[in-house]
């Protein structure tokens, strides 16, 4: 059974100053874009591939659709929790990965049996390299 990573959009995106706060729906549509290649490739030492790669978004990003590769869960209200429903209903019995630097989604997610990695670990990654 393939790797279970989990991305919380809102949190990767916000770990760079990269002017995302203009335009939210189009910088998680980046996040978005740089992880198939991610999927395919794995995050050495963290997940070997292949992975089962979902990218949580809200607010003003659920209109951001998946693609190949990479399967978008919108939220309807906290991503957290959604995440967090995510590990509970999917993470059970494989490995599940959650990446964010949230320090309360990454206790809520341990306590579940996931492990957690910072933004770090996807954004020097971007496209698989």
């Known amino acids: 059974m393939d790797s279970l990573v989990i991305v919380d959009a809102a949190n990767v995106v916000g770990s760079v100053p990269d002017g995302w706060w203009r335009d939210r729906h189009a910088a998680a549509e980046r996040l978005r874009d740089a992880l198939p290649g991610i999927a395919t490739a794995g995050l050495p030492g963290l997940a070997e591939p292949p992975l089962d790669m979902v990218l949580v978004v809200e607010g003003a990003a659920r209109g951001v659709t998946s693609i190949e590769g990479v399967r ?8 957290d929790d959604r995440i967090v429903a995510l590990v509970a ?12 630097a949230d320090r309360g989604l990454r206790e809520r997610v341990q306590a579940l049996g996931a492990r957690v990695t910072g ?3 996807v954004w020097g990654r971007r496209g698989g390299s």
């Open 72 to 79: 978008v869960v919108p939220s309807p209200g906290s991503g």
């Open 89 to 100: 209903d999917e993470g059970d019995g494989r490995d599940c990965l959650v990446v964010t």
């Open 119 to 121: 933004p770090r670990a």
